[in-house]
């Protein structure tokens, strides 16, 4: 088996300039599954002789800026790169993307519909979804039953507060609920906006007026901080996915709300010390149930201009196959696949026997819904983001006053005002108003 590289931080943009015909660079997140695809890429290599990959592996954040500049600058730095669904239809509507078109026996009928549906722009699949998800809650049933609570399938966000009250033991270092406080569009604000949307409020009105300065969001930011206050592990505005992974495979998390890609981590006993006492709910609600759980795909695209664009779309219809899949399952087992892009998975029996999340994680990806996300209309799609291109730079604006607020730098109040200005700023000067 041949062995990939992974390219140092300070050499990637000088080795991606470099590379020769059947090289490629690919720019992911370090996110589990995307690393054990790394460790899979011999497969491809072997199969595909006269091809190399070479590998950019990036936290989620540094990852966005990265292939973004890269994008918007033409600077071809890289031939795959991994993104998400607020940039492919955004990208492949401007041309920045290669369309993907696959053989018949990849079967893109079977992508589930809402991943297909939200990699796309004008009927056209601009990147292929590695794995999917939208969000739920995932508990500890032990510590819930022994505090003598309940965990309903749809619980409200007050049942949450209670549970994460009778759970926390701080003497032990087990705490009641984790969840995103790191900044960003995708990290704490992701998680925050699906609250804030069952809480009532919005990001834009009808007019594209700024909403963050609403009692809504005052309300929301002002639960949430006090929740993570009072039963939180500390530093949680430095916290996002891979952290509170660890925290709760170490058994110090009673409660976790994110993405449901975390089930099939949280509940293998050959990662987490809690696996036998996992269980799993839908997201909570508040005045509406609307948004509640995100929706979400890592998907692989291909720049515009590439020269290595042919090799490329290879790659990714190997990454993105049901063959995959097989292949990590014949290699970690069926617990341990992608999941959330194909219905195939769902239906095969041994997915089902491995996977105890997978009936909770499917129930949560049918449900969200892009187009109707708000309890007040809005302008935009997109269930924990706004889909228009101003959204990333407030995004990451508004997330790091909420992280400040959360750590107690600001008050709540102050948060939202200056979120409100930046939002304010960036869409009065892109011209919406």
């Given amino acids: 088996m041949k062995f990939f590289r992974i390219l140092p931080l300070t050499m990637f943009a000088m080795a991606a300039g470099s590379l020769s015909a059947g090289e490629l660079t690919i720019a992911t997140v370090n996110n589990g599954h995307m690393i054990e695809m790394q460790k899979l890429t011999g497969n491809f290599e072997e199969a595909n002789p006269g091809i190399t990959v070479n590998w950019v592996t990036l936290e989620e954040g540094v990852l966005r800026q990265r ?11 890289f031939d795959v790169m991994t993104i998400g669904m607020y940039e492919a239809p955004i990208w492949g509507s401007r041309g920045w993307l290669e369309e993907l078109t696959f053989d018949a026996s990849y079967d893109v009928d079977d992508i589930l519909p809402a991943m297909r549906g939200g990699l796309s722009s004008d009927g056209k699949l601009y990147a292929a979804p590695f794995y999917g998800e939208s969000s739920m809650i995932m508990y500890r049933k032990d510590l819930v039953e022994a505090a003598g609570m309940s ?8 049942h949450i507060q209670d549970v994460a009250a009778a759970i926390t033991n701080k003497d032990e270092g087990v705490y009641g609920v984790c969840l995103r406080g790191k900044p960003g569009w995708g990290d704490n604000m992701a998680f925050i906006t699906t609250m804030a949307n069952s809480f ?3 990001w834009f009105d009808e007019n594209w007026m700024p909403q963050l300065d609403s009692a809504a969001w005052h309300h929301t930011i002002d639960f949430y901080i ?6 939180g592990p500390p530093g949680s505005s430095g916290n996002s996915f891979n952290e509170i992974l660890a925290l709760f495979n170490e058994g110090k998390c009673g409660m976790w709300i ?40 890592w998907a692989l695209a291909v720049p515009a201009g590439t020269k290595q664009a042919d090799d490329a779309k290879k790659f990714i219809e190997w990454a993105t196959s049901k063959e995959y899949i097989e292949l990590v399952a014949a290699t970690n087992g069926w617990g341990s696949v ?29 449900s969200a819904n892009p187009s109707n996300s708000t309890q007040d209309p809005t302008p ?30 600001i008050s709540v109040q102050e948060a939202l005002a200056n979120a409100q200005e930046a939002a304010d700023r960036e869409m009065s000067k892109a011209g919406y108003y």
């Fill in 67 to 77: 292939v973004t500049t890269d994008i918007t600058t033409k600077g071809g730095q």
């Fill in 200 to 202: 009532g409020a919005r």
């Fill in 151 to 158: 965990m309903p399938d749809n619980p409200t966000w007050g």
């Fill in 380 to 409: 935009y799609t997109g269930v924990q983001f706004a889909a228009i291109p101003e959204f990333q730079a407030i995004g990451i604006a508004v997330g790091q006053q909420m992280s400040a607020a959360l750590a107690g730098d």
């Fill in 226 to 231: 006090n929740l993570l206050n009072n039963y």
């Fill in 258 to 297: 994110d993405a449901t890609i975390a089930a099939s981590f949280i509940s293998d006993p050959g990662q987490s010390k809690v696996a036998d006492q996992v269980a799993f709910a839908q997201s909570p609600v508040a005045v509406t149930n609307r948004g509640a759980n995100w929706l979400w795909a």
């Fill in 338 to 366: 992608p999941t959330g892009t194909r219905q195939s998975t769902y239906d095969n029996a041994n997915f089902q026997n491995a996977a105890v999340f997978a009936d909770a994680e499917l129930k949560a990806i049918l």
